[in-house]
């Protein structure tokens, strides 16, 4: 399996505040994705990154914004959090070489806005 | 634009039994892929089988096996001799192979439940 990791993987947090997640890969993948998973409607793609500094937005990217310093890491920031950001958070990374046409995924972060 | 559509949100067998998932898709590529994920009640989004557009031939893993038909854009999972490790979500999804681009397009996904 890629070695991607999330943090942190639960939080809780009140309307208005910031919120930062991470993603953090071993693979050196060059693509990078934060996907939220909401009933009914499967993941969406908030945004992506497809190089150091390179980023683009998704179909859900109101109210979030990202950040990519270096290779490895992927920040998704909630600036001021609000009650329908609810939801579960995947990062995921995909290689865009040598052949492998699968993107692999973090374990998710729960995130809940009270 | 890519759209993937899962017309049922869920379905049960019983254990050992053979079912089919169902899923469309619309894209006006001829270079993509579609994707069967399974998703377990930890969350883990785990690929379950891959299919790129231009192999004819259907893919199969073992107990999964897809049924590709381009022309109707149907991407259907026969999952055979059901385990009730089998229970979980399960999302198809359609890449499209195009640099610069690549994003995953996800259906809604369907909750199978495997009895006992």
């Known amino acids: 399996d890629a070695g991607i990791t999330q943090s942190p993987r639960h939080k809780v947090t009140e309307t208005g505040t910031p919120v930062t997640l991470r993603c953090h890969q071993t693979e050196n993948h060059r693509y990078m994705y934060w996907y939220r998973q909401d009933p009914g409607h499967g993941l969406r793609l908030i945004h992506y990154?497809?190089?150091?500094?390179?980023?683009d937005k998704g179909e859900v990217s109101d109210g979030y914004s990202v950040s990519r310093s270096k290779t490895e890491d992927f920040l998704l920031t909630l600036e001021s959090a609000t009650s329908s950001q609810t939801s579960v958070y995947f990062c995921?990374?995909?290689?865009?070489?040598?052949?492998?046409?699968?993107?692999?995924f973090g374990p998710g972060t729960r995130l809940t806005v009270t | 634009a890519q759209t993937v559509t899962q017309s049922q949100p869920e379905m049960s067998v019983q254990e050992a039994e053979t079912v089919t998932l169902s899923c469309t898709y619309d894209?006006?590529?001829?270079?993509?892929?579609l994707f069967w994920y399974k998703q377990p009640p930890s969350r883990q989004m785990i690929l379950v089988i891959r299919?790129?557009?231009?192999?004819?031939q259907n893919a199969t893993e073992n107990r999964f096996s897809v049924n590709f038909q381009k022309a109707a854009k149907s991407f259907s999972l026969k999952i055979s001799d059901s385990q009730l490790g089998d229970t979980a979500m399960y999302f198809c999804?359609?890449?499209?192979?195009?640099?610069?681009?690549?994003?995953?397009?996800f259906g809604k996904g369907m909750k199978l439940t495997v009895n006992p």
């Open positions: 995921a990374t995909y290689p865009g070489q040598g052949g492998i046409y699968e993107q692999y």
């Open positions: 299919q790129e557009a231009y192999k004819q």
């Open positions: 999804a359609l890449l499209r192979n195009q640099g610069g681009s690549e994003k995953l397009v």
């Open positions: 990154s497809y190089g150091v500094k390179d980023t």
């Open positions: 894209t006006s590529e001829n270079n993509y892929y």
